[in-house]
C-alpha cells in the first residue's frame, strides 16, 4: 500500500514511524528540512522536501500511484487544497486534518466527496469527545462503547481495596461469563493476561463487559461511584473549547483562561460556564476559586509539562479525578506513573483513527488507549474467513492480541476458549500496538 | 544517557549474513564441477563452518527484542565485513594456495572491499573456481554485503534501514524508494544488468566466458582483480579495453541515475552536478595525461596517438572509479602524472555508485563552499547558501562533508606515517595508504602496477587491511567503534 503523508508535524510523523514499522510505502513530504531530518535514515521511509500544494512536487513523489494520500499540516486550506489536487492526479483516498466543525457535520460528507476530500479528520474533536466520556463515569479511566452500548471496554485503575487483586487467573476466582479481563497495563509494561499473571494494586485493567454488568465490575473493582457537578479546566485551548461545547448541561464548568482576549471570546461563546481570566498555575488564584469543590479538573493546554504538573497541584487538593492533555509521547508513561488520572493525547488518537482506514479487512472501529500504548479494534468475521473455523482456543491466534468479546445480532457476549465465532459477529479484539495487522488475516 | 547495545540482535543479525555467505560459497562448491576441478572441497569445508558458526549466532540471539539503533547498525555492518574476510580467506588459506592466513585475509578483504591489492605473484596458477571466488567476492562486495542482503533476503524488516545508512553514508539520500528493501531490490537490478551486458560485450571481445564473468564481476563492482597476472594487457585488445573503459565509467556513476533514466526523469540526470563534475574531471586529466605522452620528436601516426590516448584514458579510469586495472605500467610515466593519479584515487567517482574515494559530490561541495567562503570576504554580510544541483545545501550537510574530508586527509596522513615507520619505503608507503584507503589497488613504486603488496612486513598488511574496510565504509561507520561514547552507558 502506497501512502503519502504531508506534513512532518506531530501527527504526520508519529502516523508515519507507525505505518513504516508495517509493510507500507511511506512518503513523507514537508516544506521545511529540519522537520524531516534524519527521519529517512532511521525509518523505513521516504522523506521529500517540497510544497504540499505544488503539483509538481506531488507528482515527483508518485501521487499518482497512491493508495491514500494523507493531508496533516497544521492549516485546514493547505490540507484541503493537497488532498483535491491528489485527488485529481489520480490518488485513491484522501484524508485531511481541518479545523472546522462545520465539515465534519454528516450532510458535507457527500458534498466534499465530490472535491476530492474522503476522510475528514479533526483531532482536537476526537479528543474532546474523550474527555467528555470520561467525565460522565467518574471512576472510568476509559470507556469505550461498541455496537450500541452492547459491550463496553473499561479502563480501571485499581487500588489495594479491589477484591480482584493478588488472584491467578488460574484460580477461576474471575466470574468470565460476566465480564473478562483483556489487559492489564503495570509500570511501563502492557500484559495480556494468561492463568499465571495476576492483578496488583495500582494496574491499570481493561475489562470487556456487557452494560448490565458494570455495576458488578465496578464492585470487583473496588470502585466508588461519585457524581461529577464541577469541572475545572485549565486554558481555553480548542480541545477545551469542544469539551465544554458536549458537555452534558447538569455538570458546571469553570475555565481559568491567561489571555484577556481569549477569555472574552470564551465568554461570549459559552454563556453557560464561568470563564475566569486567570493563570491556573498560581495556587491562590485556584484556591480562591473552588479548586477543592472541583469534581474534576481537565488540563488541556498546549504545554505538556504544565498540564501534568496543574494535575498534580489538583490532586493534592483532593481533586478526585483529573484528566490532562499530554502531547510529548515520552511523558506518557510518566504522566502515568506520577498518577494523574486519565492521559489524553491528540495525536495517537488521530493516528490510530487514520491507521483504521489503512487496514483492509472489515474493521469497523479502531480505538486508541492511550496509556497501554495498545488498540481495541472492531472486526467483522466474513463468512469463510479462519476465526469462524475453530475455537477461540485452538485457533493459534498471534501474541499480544485478545478477544474480548462478541455481538451477534445486537446482543453483546462475553467470550471464553469454547467459543466459537460465526460469520458476520462483531469481534471486539484487543492488541499491543501494531500486532493489528496480525491478527487482520484471520477475518479475511 | 545510553542503552545497553542490543548484543542478542547483533549476533542474531551476523549469524543469518553468515549463513548467505555459506550458501554463496556452497554456491562456489557446485561451480567446481563445472570446471571439473577438485579443490571445490575447501568450499564445501568452509560453507559448513559457516553454517555451523552462523546458527549459532542465530540460536544465541534469539528472543532478541527488536530494536535497533544507530549503534547497533554500525556494529553488525563492521563485523559482518571483518566476519566476511576472515572466513572468506579460508579457502585459500586450507587449500594452501595462500600459505599465509595474514595474506589469505588480505587478499579477501582486498576483494569484499573492491580494493584489489593483490598479495599473489602469479596469478594464473591458481584454479578456475579460487579464481572464480576471488572476483566473486568483490561484485559482493561491490553493491554492498547488506545491500546485495536486502534485496534477496526481504530479512531484517524494519531495521534494513539503520543498517542501509550505516553502509552506504553517503551525503545525499539515495532512497529510490519509500522501502529499503525495495531500494535494495531495484539498485540489484541494476547492478545485475549492468554486469550482464559487459559479460556479453567481453564475450563478443574476444574473452572466454569464464574471463568475461570474472572481469565483469570486477568490473562493474571497481574492484579490479583480474584473472591474469598481466591484467587487461593480456588481451591486448583496443576493442576490449574501451569496454571495460566504458563500464567502468558507467560503474563509477550514481546507481539512482540508472533508475531515474528509466522512469524517464531525465532532466534529473541533467542537473546532477556530480554526474556533470565526474565526466570533466575525468576526461581533463586523461587529457593532460594523453599530451604529456606524446612524444614529439618521433614521427606521430595515428597509431601511437590512439596507443597514448587509451593509455591515458583507461588509466585515470581505472583510478579514478578506484578499480585498478591496469593495462600500461604508469611508473614508467613522469612523475607529475603520478601525482595527478594520486588525486583522482582519492577524489574518486560518484557517491552511491560501487566506488572508493572521498567522492565527487564532497569535493564539488567543498569547493563550492571555499568559493564563497572568498564572496563573504568581500561582502561581509551576503548571503551566499551552498547550492547543489538546484537545491540548497543543509549546513549540517555542509559540515558533514567538510568533517569527512578533514577526516579522509588526517586518515592518509597519519597511515602514510604508520606505514613508513612498519618499514614501508616512503613512496611506497604514500601510493599503498591511498590505493587501499580509496579502495583502487594498485599504488605507487613497488605496489605499483607491475608490483603487488607480497613482500609488505606482517603488521603493514594488517593495517592496511583495516584502511580498506575504514576506506569502503567511509570512515565514520567504522571510526565510530572506536570512540568511548559508543560503548558508555
Redesign the interface.
Known sequence: M?IIIVGAGEVGTHLAKLL??E?M???LLDEN?ERL?DL????????Y?GSPTSINNLKEIGVENADLFIGVTPYESVNMTACMIATNLGAVKTLARINNYEYLLPQNKEFFKKLGVDYLIYPEVLAANEIVESLKTSWLRQNMSFCNNALILLGIKVRSNAVIINKKFSTGFFDHNRYRVVAIKRGSQTIIPKGSDEILANDIVYFITTPENLEFVKEQAGKEDFPIRNVMFMGGSRIAQKTLFNLPSHIHAKVLERDKEKSLLLANKFPNALIINADARNIDIIKQEGIEEADAFVAATSNSEANILACLVAKQFGVKKTIAEVENLDYISLAESLDIGAVINKKMIAASYIYQITLHANVLNVRNLTAADAEVVEFVAKPTSKITRSKIKDLKLPENVNIGGIVRNGIGSIVNGDTIIKPDDHVIVFCISSSIRKIEPFFN | MNKEINVKLVMRMLGSLLLSEATALLLVFFLSFVFKESDGYYFLITSGVCYLIGLLGILLGRNASQEMGKREGSLVVTLAWVIFSLFGALPFFISKNIPSYTDAFFETISGFTTTGATILNNIEELSHTMLFWRSFTQWMGGLGIIVIFLALLPMFGTSGAQLFAAEASGPTKDKIHPKITETAKRLFLIYFLLTFAETILLRIGGMNWFDAVCHSFTTIATGGFSTKQNSIAYWNSPFIQYIIILFMILAGVNFSLYYFGFKNKFKKIKENEEFRYFLIVLFSFAIIIFISLIDFSQPVSFHKIENSWRDALFTITSLMTTTGFTIVDYMQWAPFAWIILLIVMLTGASAGSTAGGIKMIRIVISFKFCYYEFKRLIHPNAVVPVRYSGHLVQEDVITRVLAFVLLYLIVAIFGILILCVSGVGFIESIGALISCLSCVGPGLGLVGPMGNFAYLPVFSKWFLSFIMLLGRLELFTVLVLFTPAFWKK
Not at chain 1, 529517512?40 to 521511509?45: E, R, V
Request: charged share 40%; glycine share 0%.
Open positions: 502506497k513504516a514499522r509493510n510505502e511511506i512518503t528540512p531530518k529517512d535514515l532511521n525509518y523505513d521511509l521516504l522523506t522536501e
